[in-house]
């Protein structure tokens, strides 16, 4: 059964994303709390000649139950101190291989983006709150050479 998992690239789940995955362990030697939220995303691409939205992506299983292949994952942290405001990190991750070099804020989004793919909302008590940047009170970038050592 896969009730919870999800199809990832396995060149991004061995790779890219353990180090999304560590960076937010380590998250929590910075933050009082650490509050994450991690799933699969559908996004559809623009198409120019036709003028259309579209979404494809791959399906595997069999006749039946076919598992859908997400197009990308996100990731929401939120991070809290002790009467402080809260630091809020929001990321999408395409489902494929990432070169190490790629830089973990260039794939920073807006909440309101995750919120409009996945259609949950998350958060809303925070609404009304001012809100920090994740990745201006910590950095957000990955150690070069890191990505060998963390895979041995």
């Not at 402080?84 to 909440?111: A, M, R, W």
């Amino acid at each position: 059964m896969m009730t919870n998992v999800c199809p990832m690239n396995p060149q991004l789940n061995r790779k890219y994303w353990l180090h999304i995955e560590n960076f937010v362990r380590r998250l929590t030697e910075h933050f009082t709390e650490v509050h994450v939220f991690t799933g699969p995303l559908f996004i559809p691409t623009y198409d120019d000649k036709t003028q259309e939205w579209s979404t494809q992506y791959r399906v595997f299983g069999g006749k039946v139950p076919l598992v859908s292949v997400p197009t990308h994952f996100f990731k929401i942290v939120l991070g809290l101190k002790v009467d402080q405001l809260p630091y809020l990190g929001c990321f999408v991750v395409p489902n494929k291989e990432i070169d190490s070099n790629v830089s973990l804020t260039s794939l920073q989004v807006p909440l309101k983006t995750i919120e409009s793919f996945s259609g949950h909302l998350f958060f809303p008590e925070l609404r009304s709150r001012r809100i920090s940047d994740l990745c201006e009170e910590v950095s957000c970038e990955f150690i070069k050479g890191r990505f060998k050592q963390i895979n041995k």
